[in-house]
């Protein structure tokens, strides 16, 4: 019995690939992780002597049964049910599956956690930690943008490295973003993170530039395009530095939604500026901010 896919089998994953890629409009990230899990599954019920097309709910138990034996975090088996019920969704309407053997899987309740919040001091002490803002080395400078951009727009990160040139109206201080599912929205942005990216442009920017930098704001020591795992590196070493808890970028983009609300924003607003397709998902910093109010009336209140 072999684990390896059978050149059907890749066949099949390569078409489901391109249906995530085209028809879904996923990311390569999230392709690939589906895609992934996905390959996986094949891998497991090959070595039982089962072939993509005899997949069945009781296999596919078995499969998330066997992660959950082995540690894995209760994120990753959601999202593995997510990739299974996607796949099984996809290839039953192809043809390889009469009835969707996924239709009964069910995905384990994942505790959600409040996200570790930076206090407004520590956040803007993480971009100062990194480089003055009028420093003119030129990879202190991008460092520095991109904190204050994460910050200030609430971001993601693969939505920053993606950024483009054109991406970015210094006048009226907005940036156009790209996000999941290739939707378009408007993020602004303010003065301090205004002022670092017109220096970027003059100074920091094209003393960068290469042969490889097309029409992209941010980069590498090399002149490409800055990559995730650079931007990542620059924001724990930043947040570190500021006395900060350990956070990478997915903390800046919590401390930014949780200060816009604690200032009065309103949550579709919020909603809208980060790009989450659904208000559940931003109301979990509504929660953030009840925990932090309550812990300033239980220090401040003498009855609390």
Known sequence: MTTEATPRESGILDDFAGFLRFEKGHSEHTVRAYVGDVRGLVAYAGARGVAIG????????????????????????????????????????EGLFEVDP????????????????????????AATAVADDTDDD???????????????????VGELCGLDMDDVDTGRRVLRVIGKGNKQRTV?????????????????RPALLGPGSGNALLLGAKGGRLNQRMA?????????????PDMGPHGLRHSAATHLLEGGADLRVVQEMLGHSSLATTQIYTHVSVERLRAVHRQAHPRA
């Open 232 to 244: 990542r590196t620059v924001v724990h070493r930043a947040v570190e530095a500021a006395g900060g």
């Open 138 to 156: 030129p990879i202190g400078l991008r460092d520095r943008l991109i904190v204050e951009l994460l910050y200030a727009s609430g971001i993601r």
């Open 54 to 93: 005899d997949l069945d709910l009781a296999l596919l138990r078995s499969w998330l049964a066997d992660h959950t034996r082995r540690g894995a975090a209760r994120t990753s088996i959601a999202r593995q049910v997510s990739s299974a019920k996607t796949f099984c969704g996809w290839a039953t309407r």
């Open 102 to 125: 996924s239709s009964r899987l069910q995905a384990p309740k994942a505790h959600r956690t409040l996200p570790a919040v930076l206090a407004p001091e520590q956040a803007a002490a």
């Open 188 to 204: 602004p942005y303010g003065d301090p993170a205004g002022r670092v990216i017109d220096r970027w442009l003059r100074v920091g």
